[in-house]
């Protein structure tokens, strides 16, 4: 599955996301409630609902593997849910300070997609891959800020249902935006890519930022479940000068880059342009 397509779908699991937090947002009369329980509620909804579903993506429509997808998405529900409230609760408070407006809205949108996106650290447990993803929940949330503002400007002499809807139409569009942007803003910073050419994977294209692990375990970066791919078998990480690939030692079975083997417990460079083989699956490192 080739990059677009990855971040489309997580467009669209974001989107789906928004309109599920709207939808567990209004269930719930926060308009009777106090200013900070009232953002610190949404905030957690919104929260929950997109983080739980831009992380629940990959594993559903990349890897297809529903179990990872919900766990996955569970880790991402929980990040989210506690960043989504700490970041309105801020948000509300930038908001109050700069006395409402655009700018204020915008501001609070945007710390609320930084916050979603710095969750990712929960999944992935790598801090440089969640600062990326920190900067595109940034630019996804300012995005869709303004688009979902820009909506409730013009359409601000409407009343009841309209603006209902319109709430809805919003949180669906900030969903879509931060769940875009996050995969893109990783891509965007990524150092290198691996390119799957040969093999069950086909197509599959995966940004290597710090590092990337490879076997056909469902929760390494690079699933191959190709015959001979052991359950962790090797990984891309930075070295002295560019990037190497590594054998990890209990690996059964080795790789081989540009038809020179690499055994288990050993690593050898890697050059943009490098073929890797790894069991029945073929790879192109591709560096920046």
């Known amino acids: 599955m080739s990059k677009r397509l990855q971040i489309y779908y997580s ?3 974001g989107a789906l996301g928004g309109l599920a937090g709207w939808w567990v947002i209004g269930s719930f009369a ?3 409630w106090g200013i900070w329980p009232a953002a610190m509620f949404v905030g957690a909804g919104l929260g929950l609902c997109i983080g739980a579903l831009v992380a629940a993506a990959d594993g559903a429509m990349v890897k297809g593997k529903p179990l990872r ?4 998405g569970i880790l991402g529900g929980l990040a989210g849910g506690v960043a989504g409230a700490l970041g309105m609760l801020l948000a509300q408070g930038v908001f109050l300070a700069l006395l409402g407006g655009l700018a204020g809205r915008a501001l609070s949108w945007m710390l609320l997609g ?8 929960l999944v992935s447990r790598r801090p440089q891959r969640a600062v990326y993803a920190a ?7 300012l995005a869709g800020g303004l688009l979902y503002e820009g909506l409730t400007q013009l359409f601000l002499a409407q009343a009841g249902v309209a603006q209902v809807a319109l709430s809805g139409l919003g949180l669906v569009i900030i969903g879509a935006c931060i769940g875009g942007l996050i995969p ?3 891509q965007v910073f990524a150092r290198g890519e691996l390119r799957v050419i040969g093999g069950e994977q086909l197509g599959l294209v995966r940004e290597v930022t710090d590092s990337a692990t490879i076997g056909r375990y469902d929760g390494n970066d690079l699933y191959l479940p190709d015959a001979g791919v052991a359950w962790r078998h090797a990984v891309v990480r930075r070295a002295d000068v560019g990037f190497e690939l590594a054998v990890l030692p ?3 079975g080795m790789a081989q880059v540009g038809g020179l083997a690499v ?3 050993s690593a050898r460079p890697l050059q943009s342009g490098d073929r890797i083989r790894i069991g029945g699956a073929e790879l192109e490192f591709v560096g920046r």
């Open 30 to 32: 926060t308009q009777t």
């Open 135 to 141: 900067l595109g929940g940034l630019a996804g949330g």
């Open 11 to 13: 467009a669209v699991f």
């Open 69 to 72: 997808a919900v766990r996955d």
């Open 250 to 252: 209990n690996a059964d």
């Open 184 to 186: 893109l803003a990783r």
């Open 114 to 121: 930084l916050l979603i996106g710095l969750g990712d650290l």
């Open 263 to 265: 055994e288990p417990g």
